[in-house]
Nanobody, 123 residues
Framework: QVQLVESGGGLVQAGGSLRLSCAAS????????MGWFRQAPGKEREFVAV????????DYADSVKGRFTISRDNAKNTVYLQMSSLKPEDTAVYYC????????????????WGQGTQVTVSS
């Protein structure tokens, strides 16, 4: 069993930055591929970014490429999402998750999820 707790969300103006953290407990996550997803009101949960166990391999949704950076600190059992040049359309609840199945962008490939952290970007 893995417990994931996201933090770092908040209200920020367009163009600003935030860093989200996802702290894991219950199991070492160093062998897991970890992902960030987001869900805006009335929309489906969508893939944001993924980082493989070593931390050196990452992928991003086109909508955040060049603005967001995913990273991990396996010694701290924590995954991060650095978000810059934020836009109002980035407003959503952001979730981290452990990947347990096939596929990278499909939420069904992820097993353990956190409770989410709200990010609101004002124009």
């Amino acid at each position: 069993q893995v417990q994931l707790v996201e933090s770092g969300g908040g209200l920020v103006q367009a163009g600003g930055s935030l860093r989200l953290s996802c702290a894991a407990s219950g199991r070492i996550i160093s062998t897991y591929t970890m992902g960030w997803f987001r869900q805006a009101p009335g929309k489906e949960r969508e893939f944001v970014a993924v980082v493989r166990p070593s931390g050196s391999s990452t992928d991003y949704a086109d909508s955040v490429k060049g603005r967001f950076t995913i990273s991990r600190d396996n010694a701290k059992n924590t995954v991060y999402l650095q978000m810059s040049s934020l836009k109002p359309e980035d407003t959503a609840v952001y979730y981290c998750a452990t990947k347990s199945g096939f596929g990278v962008t499909d939420a069904r490939a992820y097993g353990y999820w956190g409770q989410g952290t709200q990010v609101t970007v004002s124009s």
